[in-house]
């Protein structure tokens, strides 16, 4: 089964757009291993829009571009898997991609043929220039049999961005992964724009299927093709816990060649990935600070984990700090029950919580906790 947990790699589209060569994706396979990122669970490299040449061949096959991709894409597939890591590409389900490519309109089983034989892994399918009179639905539908047919086994990521209700009914196209949202850009107000559209929908990202939240800005620092201000290394760092916390795929979107220390450190953060990869994939038990007027100013919830395990977390979206008072009964906890938690940030105990406790919440700010019920 594919997608058993969040899928984790790296796109190029957030930094690169139309930038894509055979130079940058190789670089990009040998940075995963260099820097610790296939070790630590990546292990897709995607390409995204504006691979191809602006016309499709003779026979009616997509062409890669010779200027960008001199060797073909089975060549750089073959590197990318002599790496051990997977090689992902993408397509659309109109007429055209999003930046104006011949995409998979009527051509879905040749295309998905043509990625099969190019030895991709993983095709992200977008949502650009569908004809009106074409269901969206069955247009994803259509997609994923014809992956099914080509004979690899490809992990099918959607990308309408949340037409259609889409999390009523891409489970049952056989699609992996769903963009639920617009697209990212890297600013504080985008990402959590984002993040808080979904909350109350994370009920149907399941194993086997995931809401795919959109790709990372963390460690982008306002360069590149989503550039809208960046963040502080704080905020990042936010980010990247919310969407592991929402249990979102994790595609990096910067340059990770040239990657700093706290990049490096937020996207390999061991406890956070350990929290995106649970493998039961529950939705988070809500509850509030005590202002109900404002409740989509924090995230704040108790999170079920495998092996008896949960979290209760806290993020401030606001910009100011928050002081959170959790009380018990509001999380549902009996008398006589008690929390032995740890914060997974600094790794401190924290003597055995009951009645009530205190989130701390910094403006953009955090708190994390790991822990088990215990009967006083
Ligand atoms: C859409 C998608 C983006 C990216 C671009 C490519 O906007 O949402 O993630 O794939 O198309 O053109």
Not at 26 to 35: G, K, V
Not at 104 to 123: H, I, K, N, R
Not at 194 to 206: E, F, G, N, T, V
Request: hydrophobic share 40%; glycine share 8%.
């Amino acid at each position: 089964m594919l997608a058993k947990t969040p899928p984790l790699g790296w796109n190029s589209w957030n930094t690169f757009a139309e930038n894509i060569t055979e130079d940058l994706l190789m670089e990009t396979a040998d940075a995963m291993i260099s820097s610790g990122l296939k070790d630590a669970g990546y292990e897709y490299v995607v390409i995204d829009d504006c691979w191809s040449l602006r016309q499709r061949g003779a026979d009616g096959r997509l062409i890669a571009d010779p200027e960008k991709f001199p060797h073909g894409m089975k060549y750089l597939a073959d590197y990318i898997h002599s790496k051990g890591l997977k090689f992902g590409m993408y397509s659309c389900a109109g007429t055209r991609t999003c930046a104006g490519y011949p995409s998979s309109f009527e051509y879905e089983l040749v295309d998905a043929q043509t990625f099969a034989g190019f030895g991709v892994d993983f095709l992200k399918y977008d949502f650009c220039n569908k004809p009106r009179h074409a269901d969206g639905p069955l247009l994803y539908h259509r997609m994923s049999l014809a992956l099914k047919a080509s004979g690899r086994e490809i992990l099918f990521s959607a990308c309408n961005w949340g037409s259609d209700h889409v999390e009523t009914w891409i489970r049952s196209t056989g699609a992996h992964m769903y963009r639920s949202t617009g697209d990212i850009f890297d600013n504080f107000q985008s990402m959590s724009d984002i993040a808080r559209s979904r909350i109350d929908k994370l009920a149907y990202s399941a194993p086997g299927c995931f809401d795919d939240i959109d790709m990372l800005v963390c460690g982008m620092r306002n360069k590149g093709n989503v550039a809208a201000g960046g963040m502080r290394d704080e905020e990042y760092l936010f980010h990247f816990a919310l969407w592991c916390v929402m249990q979102s795929p994790l595609m990096i979107g910067c340059d990770i060649r040239d990657m700093d220390a706290a990049t490096k450190a937020t996207l390999l953060n061991k406890e956070l990935l350990r929290i995106n990869q649970d493998v039961e994939a529950r939705p988070a038990f809500p509850f509030n600070c005590g202002r109900r007027d404002h409740p989509e100013r924090e995230f704040l919830g108790f999170k079920h984990l495998a092996d008896n395990e949960f979290l209760l977390f806290g993020f401030n979206f606001n910009d100011k700090a928050r002081d959170c008072f959790v009380e018990f009964y509001d999380i549902g906890l009996p008398a006589g029950c008690a929390l032995r938690l740890r914060d997974i940030m600094t790794g401190a105990e924290v003597p055995a919580a009951k009645d009530y406790m205190r989130l701390q919440l910094p403006a953009h700010g955090f708190q994390i906790y790991r822990g088990k019920l215990i009967t006083l």
